[in-house]
């Protein structure tokens, strides 16, 4: 669901969130509408929202660990932890973490990636909660929710800053609920509303 379904339809700081996020078209490839939360993050007061809005929502959960993608789930995933007093788990890519993994690898659009998270990060049984910057198609969150269950944690919900409106009542994601504070940023001027269709996001 998206948060102006949630309570907070109106609120302003759902606007300051979109508006600081930088639209690059044509990256990192052509035909792709990239959302730089990068911006957000320059903006203290934004920044801050950004995370407070999470962690009015997750801090009476009962959420014992944050899971974050890399790489932008890293810029989330840690204040967000403290803030609703979890741990917090990073979700890396191939040969980036030292000790022993798991691994599970899902479907991009050309080709295949693959997450690992570190073995005992995650004891059975608890509740975790799995954070990324943007969700457009689902194959990276639907990755992280596989491989924390795989060592027996209970996934409550996914969240996103971004996401597509085609993510509303999402099903994709074995089934977990999904959390989205804000749209895709409008086209930058000096593109038509028609190319605008034909630009989709990317998860990277």
Known sequence: MFAEENGLKGDPRLRAISEAIRVVPHFP???IMFQDITTLLLNHKV???T???????YRDMDISA??????????????????????FIPLRKPRKLPGEVISEKYV????????EMHVGAVQPGERALVIDDLVAT??????AIRLLER???EVVECACVVGVPEVKGHRG??????????????????FSDDEHVKMPMMEL
């Not at 944050?66 to 741990?87: C, D, N, S, T, Y």
């Not at 994601?173 to 001027?189: A, D, M, S, T």
Request: charged share 25%; hydrophobic share 45%; glycine share 18%.
């Open 29 to 31: 490839k052509q035909g």
């Open 47 to 49: 920044f801050k929202d």
């Open 51 to 57: 995370v407070d809005i999470f962690v009015d929502r």
């Open 66 to 87: 944050v899971a974050g993608v890399e790489a932008r789930g890293f810029m989330f995933g840690p204040a967000i932890a403290l803030g609703i007093g979890a741990k």
């Open 108 to 115: 991009l659009e050309y080709g295949t990636d693959c997450l």
């Open 138 to 143: 689902g194959g990276t969150l639907s990755a």
């Open 151 to 153: 060592v027996g944690a």
């Open 173 to 190: 994601l074995n089934g977990k609920p999904l959390y989205v504070l804000v749209e895709p940023r409008e086209i930058e001027n000096g």
